[in-house]
């Protein structure tokens, strides 16, 4: 049973004032990879303490800086069952967690940072292997344009 919608809503506020949209449906997230030519980060979101103190600051921290993904979106785990489960697919053959934060590019994976890479950590450490991939893949990708 998905969480109730009151309880996370501030959780998922904290992504969606940065900019990145929600996708709560299968069909929001392929359309979302689909129609990203460059790069597409993808956060799943969680209700758990490392969402809250390490992943959720580490995305804001890693958008502050330049280059970014094109588009970012995120479902929530836990709420956005089959949504979750659509953006999973993409992040083949890594295992499903929560948090996870993905890094496509022209709708292929490119950079995973799973749950086990995240707990434990500070979100500047976090957020520098990210803004790191953002300057890896998302600069590259400007200079094919």
Same mark, same amino acid.
């Given at each position: 049973? #998905?969480?109730?919608?009151?309880? @996370?809503?501030?959780? $998922? %506020?904290?992504?969606? +004032?940065?900019?990145? &949209? ?19 980060? @993808? ?7 490392? %969402?809250?103190? /390490? ?6 921290? %890693?958008?502050?800086?330049? #280059? $970014? ?20 697919? =993409? =992040?083949? #053959?890594?295992? #499903? ?10 709708? +292929? ?5 799973? /749950?086990?890479?995240?707990?434990? +950590?500070?979100?500047? &450490?976090? %957020?520098?292997?990210?803004? *790191? *991939? =953002?300057? $890896? ?9």
């Amino acid at each position: 049973m #998905p969480y109730p919608e009151l309880m @996370i809503a501030p959780m $998922r %506020a904290e992504l969606t +004032r940065l900019g990145i &949209e929600e996708t709560r449906t299968p069909e929001q997230v392929e359309t979302a990879v689909q129609s990203t030519p460059g790069t597409l980060l @993808i956060v799943v979101n969680s209700i758990c303490g490392c %969402a809250a103190g /390490r992943a959720r600051p580490a995305v804001r921290m %890693a958008l502050e800086h330049s #280059p $970014r993904p094109d588009r970012a979106i995120t479902v929530f785990a836990g709420a956005d069952l089959e949504a979750t489960a659509r953006a999973r697919e =993409f =992040f083949q #053959p890594h295992p #499903p967690s929560s948090p996870q934060i993905a890094l496509l590019q022209a709708g +292929r994976l490119v950079y995973m940072l799973p /749950r086990h890479q995240i707990e434990g +950590r500070e979100a500047n &450490e976090i %957020a520098a292997d990210l803004t *790191a *991939a =953002f300057q $890896r893949f998302c600069a590259s990708a400007a200079n094919a344009s």
